[in-house]
């Protein structure tokens, strides 16, 4: 197992007590606060965007120092801030209020049956694609699973493979674009929503969750068809390289913590687990302000997986959480 400490984190960070809870109030440019999760993440406020009903805060500490995260002007309840922070004007207040108001939607698609179908015959087509495509570049690799979960670290050469393997369908840009953005914060900007929507308009899981508040969501390179090519063949390229290492389930772990009462699990289409007990443990641990912690492990069929850290470059470069992105299976009570 890794003795490497699983997150960076500050040793003796300032109490709760000197923050006030976020609002929209605190979106001014230059406000410094904290994400509300176990480590107390320190954050800058860089841009305000109203008329696309976001805010961007960049991260000041940590493995992920200079992400920049778009997220939500909902999202602000999920921050604190020092008490001297600097207040928006009046009319920045107010504009911020009309637009969270305007762009707060909820959207749900609820899979089709017969979309799901299609999908499904395509997959099973794409796999068997992918199967054969790796049985003849795979020869001599040898990847020891255990030592892979162990150390918490990927395989370069399936890196490699991966990259190869998409680049062949003209999928990388997309790769690159999707994983960069699901690894630093997966509510952060709109390119994991817009996948998401996808995956349920294939039928392959529900969305429920926010509207899109960018109207190019879908325009150009990131349009439904390629995002829905880059979907399928990555969910091929993921079974077919379990499959090569005689794994039909996965063993994952997940964890959550809250400083409050403990919530069911907000809905979601893509659903991110571990490979490491050590990565969940410590997440169970939350932080100082811990209340309620709760801890599962599942063996989850290999059909679920998306993308693991196995062969997932951006999984390895910032964190090293040995992670599985699963499909959402809304019948299941665990993850």
Same mark, same amino acid.
């Given at each position: 197992?890794? =003795?490497?400490?699983?997150?960076?984190?500050?040793?003796?960070?300032?109490?709760?007590?000197?923050?006030?809870?976020?609002?929209?109030?605190?979106?001014?440019?230059?406000?410094?606060?904290?994400?509300?999760?176990?480590?107390?993440?320190?954050?800058?406020?860089?841009?305000?965007?109203?008329?696309?009903?976001?805010?961007?805060?960049?991260?000041?500490?940590?493995?992920?120092?200079?992400?920049?995260?778009?997220?939500?002007?909902?999202?602000?309840?999920?921050?604190?801030?020092?008490?001297?922070?600097?207040?928006?004007?009046?009319?920045?207040?107010?504009?911020?209020?009309?637009?969270?108001?305007?762009?707060?939607?909820?959207?749900?698609?609820?899979?089709?049956?017969?979309?799901?179908?299609?999908?499904?015959?395509?997959?099973?087509?794409?796999?068997?694609?992918?199967?054969?495509?790796?049985?003849?570049?795979?020869?001599?690799?040898?990847?020891?699973?255990?030592?892979?979960?162990?150390?918490?670290?990927?395989?370069?050469?399936?890196?490699?493979?991966?990259?190869?393997?998409?680049?062949?369908?003209?999928?990388?840009?997309?790769?690159?674009?999707?994983?960069?953005?699901?690894?630093?914060?997966?509510?952060?900007?709109?390119?994991?929503?817009? =996948?998401?929507?996808?995956?349920?308009?294939?039928?392959?899981?529900?969305?429920?969750?926010?509207?899109?508040?960018?109207?190019?969501?879908?325009?150009?390179?990131?349009?439904?068809?390629?995002?829905?090519?880059?979907?399928?063949?990555?969910?091929?390229?993921?079974?077919?390289?379990?499959?090569?290492?005689?794994?039909?389930?996965?063993?994952?772990?997940?964890?959550?913590?809250?400083?409050?009462?403990?919530?069911?699990?907000?809905?979601?289409?893509?659903?991110?687990?571990?490979?490491?007990?050590?990565?969940?443990?410590?997440?169970?641990?939350?932080?100082?302000?811990?209340?309620?912690?709760?801890?599962?492990?599942?063996?989850?069929?290999?059909?679920?997986?998306?993308?693991?850290?196995?062969?997932?470059?951006?999984?390895?470069?910032?964190?090293?959480?040995?992670?599985?992105?699963?499909?959402?299976?809304?019948?299941?009570?665990?993850?």
């Amino acid at each position: 197992m890794s =003795h490497a400490p699983v997150y960076i984190s500050e040793e003796n960070p300032a109490p709760d007590s000197a923050f006030a809870p976020g609002e929209l109030r605190h979106l001014a440019i230059g406000n410094r606060g904290r994400l509300l999760d176990a480590r107390r993440t320190p954050i800058t406020i860089i841009d305000v965007a109203p008329e696309r009903g976001s805010f961007v805060a960049c991260v000041d500490a940590f493995e992920d120092t200079g992400a920049r995260w778009e997220l939500g002007l909902e999202e602000i309840e999920r921050f604190q801030f020092a008490h001297t922070a600097t207040p928006a004007t009046d009319a920045t207040l107010a504009e911020l209020q009309h637009s969270a108001a305007h762009f707060d939607r909820d959207l749900t698609i609820e899979r089709d049956q017969a979309s799901r179908e299609d999908a499904l015959s395509r997959l099973q087509q794409r796999r068997h694609d992918a199967s054969a495509w790796l049985a003849a570049r795979t020869s001599g690799l040898t990847v020891d699973v255990v030592e892979h979960i162990s150390s918490r670290e990927g395989h370069p050469g399936l890196y490699s493979l991966l990259d190869d393997f998409l680049t062949q369908h003209d999928l990388h840009d997309l790769e690159q674009g999707f994983t960069d953005s699901l690894v630093t914060n997966p509510r952060a900007g709109e390119i994991v929503k817009g =996948h998401a929507i996808v995956l349920a308009e294939l039928g392959l899981c529900d969305y429920r969750g926010k509207a899109p508040r960018d109207p190019d969501l879908f325009a150009g390179p990131w349009s439904r068809l390629r995002r829905a090519d880059h979907l399928l063949w990555r969910l091929a390229f993921t079974h077919a390289l379990w499959l090569s290492l005689d794994r039909n389930e996965l063993t994952l772990y997940r964890a959550a913590a809250t400083d409050g009462a403990f919530q069911p699990q907000r809905p979601a289409t893509l659903i991110s687990t571990t490979f490491s007990r050590e990565v969940a443990d410590s997440h169970f641990q939350g932080g100082p302000a811990t209340r309620v912690a709760a801890l599962w492990r599942q063996r989850v069929p290999l059909e679920r997986a998306l993308m693991t850290f196995l062969e997932t470059r951006a999984m390895n470069q910032r964190f090293h959480e040995a992670e599985a992105v699963l499909l959402a299976d809304s019948s299941n009570g665990a993850f």
